[in-house]
């Protein structure tokens, strides 16, 4: 979510050599509403049969196999009452949370912004600049579990008033589903920022329980301080924490891939990473897409297949995109090369998304969609032929800041400036 310093225009990539499998799943009956019969109809109908104790054998539903889509449509959701919104995400439940940079959380509940915000942090959040302020929201797995240790429990990523990046917890309120307890902040983690921009922000919890954070390169152009590759620092990294261990506080997963190597922080998870602003779990696959801002010339996309074991360099900035950083060749050896990459030509700073796995649009599956923050271009990935294929399936006027899943796998599109939610649809 940041302009690009210039335009080096060039052919954009269409296809990297990482494979990936085809996506199945079953289709899901729909129940579709029908007139009621008029009198002259039910004459013509043929009699039902009697009822019977014979058990009746559950009709077959052919499989759904995925494949690539070359359009889209988007359907407003909501078109006001909200400020620069900069996430979605749900509790498990019919409601979307929405964050306001700002700093706080607002909840949509059938197709209206309620008045009163879920949290709101403002005291505390600084967003001063334009990758600043409240910039990640991930409710534990067990928020909605009755009784668990971890109930009614989200973790929030947002930039403090002196431009450090906070990872904290909070409670919802006890008597109020749709309140949250601003005094029940406890911090986790804490990072400097040398300069106000690559804050990162993303939050997730894996399927593996864990929770994943996102932190950028600290900023500035070019990487001054390596951030980058350097593995004593969490910045320009993927961090992979243990929120559940130890009540208050985050443990390393003992299978983290830096646990034992020396002067490397056990945190990380991946590493090589500019800017990620934005990145998902493929709900049905497990797989890990992350979007990575480049700096003038290049944005991507990675992915890091569900049975890795971490440890991924992804190339900044050795690299940016699929292309050598500043320089006309470069050690490319142990770099994992983005699955899709495009030049300024097509925009100035990716926005990551996710795959669709949702019921309403069968069509979509298997397809994960990404967009441009500058230009409003939507594009949708898909592995085919020993690669990922991409094409772009809707222009927009919009200044889409992140895409949204909730609690089915339906997906959703920010507007930014003007607060507009839109539902990401089929044109079938």
């Given at each position: 979510?940041?302009?690009?310093?210039?335009?080096?225009?060039?052919?954009?990539?269409?296809?990297?050599?990482?494979?990936?499998?085809?996506?199945?799943?079953?289709?899901?009956?729909?129940?579709?509403?029908?007139?009621?019969?008029?009198?002259?109809?039910?004459?013509?109908?043929?009699?039902?049969?009697?009822?019977?104790?014979?058990?009746?054998?559950?009709?077959?539903?052919?499989?759904?196999?995925?494949?690539?889509?070359?359009?889209?449509?988007?359907?407003?959701?909501?078109?006001?009452?909200?400020?620069?919104?900069?996430?979605?995400?749900?509790?498990?439940?019919?409601?979307?949370?929405?964050?306001?940079?700002?700093?706080?959380?607002?909840?949509?509940?059938?197709?209206?912004?309620?008045?009163?915000?879920?949290?709101?942090?403002?005291?505390?959040?600084?967003?001063?600049?334009?990758?600043?302020?409240?910039?990640?929201?991930?409710?534990?797995?067990?928020?909605?579990?009755?009784?668990?240790?971890?109930?009614?429990?989200?973790?929030v990523n947002y930039t403090d008033k002196n431009g450090t990046t906070r990872i904290v917890r909070y409670s919802v309120s006890n008597d109020d589903?749709?309140?949250?307890?601003?005094?029940?902040?406890?911090?986790?983690?804490?990072?400097?920022?040398?300069?106000?921009?690559?804050?990162?922000?993303?939050?997730?919890?894996?399927?593996?329980?864990?929770?994943?954070?996102?932190?950028?390169?600290?900023?500035?152009?070019?990487?001054?301080?390596?951030?980058?590759?350097?593995?004593?620092?969490?910045?320009?990294?993927?961090?992979?924490?243990?929120?559940?261990?130890?009540?208050?506080?985050?443990?390393?997963?003992?299978?983290?891939?830096?646990?034992?190597?020396?002067?490397?922080?056990?945190?990380?998870?991946?590493?090589?990473?500019?800017?990620?602003?934005?990145?998902?779990?493929?709900?049905?696959?497990?797989?890990?897409?992350?979007?990575?801002?480049?700096?003038?010339?290049?944005?991507?996309?990675?992915?890091?297949?569900?049975?890795?074991?971490?440890?991924?360099?992804?190339?900044?900035?050795?690299?940016?995109?699929?292309?050598?950083?500043?320089?006309?060749?470069?050690?490319?050896?142990?770099?994992?090369?983005?699955?899709?990459?495009?030049?300024?030509?097509?925009?100035?700073?990716?926005?990551?998304?996710?795959?669709?796995?949702?019921?309403?649009?069968?069509?979509?599956?298997?397809?994960?969609?990404?967009?441009?923050?500058?230009t409003g271009t939507i594009w949708r990935l898909f592995p085919e032929d020993g690669g990922w294929s991409n094409t772009?399936?809707?222009?927009?006027?919009?200044?889409?800041?992140?895409?949204?899943?909730?609690?089915?796998?339906?997906?959703?599109?920010?507007?930014?400036?003007?607060?507009?939610?839109?539902?990401?649809?089929?044109?079938?």
């Amino acid at each position: 979510m940041e302009p690009a310093a210039s335009v080096e225009p060039s052919p954009p990539a269409t296809a990297s050599p990482l494979p990936a499998p085809i996506i199945t799943r079953q289709a899901t009956a729909t129940v579709v509403a029908t007139a009621v019969p008029t009198e002259a109809l039910l004459a013509t109908m043929e009699p039902t049969a009697p009822a019977t104790d014979e058990p009746t054998a559950e009709p077959t539903l052919a499989p759904v196999i995925a494949s690539p889509v070359s359009e889209i449509a988007l359907e407003p959701i909501v078109t006001g009452g909200l400020q620069q919104i900069t996430f979605l995400t749900h509790a498990f439940d019919d409601r979307l949370f929405v964050l306001e940079q700002a700093g706080r959380i607002r909840i949509v509940e059938n197709g209206q912004v309620l008045t009163q915000p879920f949290l709101d942090i403002t005291d505390r959040v600084g967003a001063s600049a334009s990758e600043q302020g409240l910039l990640g929201l991930a409710f534990h797995p067990d928020y909605a579990t009755l009784g668990a240790a971890n109930e009614g429990v989200f973790f929030v990523n947002y930039t403090d008033k002196n431009g450090t990046t906070r990872i904290v917890r909070y409670s919802v309120s006890n008597d109020d589903p749709n309140v949250a307890d601003p005094a029940s902040e406890i911090v986790y983690l804490s990072q400097e920022q040398p300069y106000p921009n690559h804050n990162g922000g993303s939050l997730a919890f894996g399927p593996d329980g864990y929770l994943y954070a996102g932190l950028g390169d600290g900023g500035s152009a070019n990487d001054p301080l390596r951030a980058g590759q350097d593995l004593s620092t969490l910045l320009g990294k993927i961090l992979r924490l243990d929120v559940n261990a130890t009540e208050g506080t985050f443990t390393i997963p003992n299978d983290n891939p830096y646990v034992n190597v020396a002067e490397a922080r056990p945190e990380i998870w991946a590493y090589g990473l500019r800017n990620p602003w934005r990145f998902s779990f493929d709900r049905a696959t497990g797989d890990f897409y992350i979007a990575d801002v480049g700096q003038s010339t290049w944005e991507e996309i990675n992915v890091q297949p569900a049975q890795s074991l971490g440890g991924e360099n992804y190339g900044w900035n050795v690299m940016e995109g699929s292309h050598c950083f500043q320089a006309d060749s470069c050690d490319q050896s142990g770099l994992v090369l983005p699955i899709f990459d495009y030049d300024h030509s097509q925009g100035c700073s990716v926005t990551g998304g996710y795959v669709y796995q949702g019921q309403l649009y069968p069509t979509l599956t298997g397809n994960y969609f990404v967009s441009d923050y500058c230009t409003g271009t939507i594009w949708r990935l898909f592995p085919e032929d020993g690669g990922w294929s991409n094409t772009v399936v809707l222009d927009t006027d919009l200044i889409i800041s992140s895409f949204g899943e909730d609690a089915d796998g339906e997906l959703y599109v920010l507007n930014y400036w003007s607060g507009g939610i839109f539902r990401l649809t089929s044109t079938n």
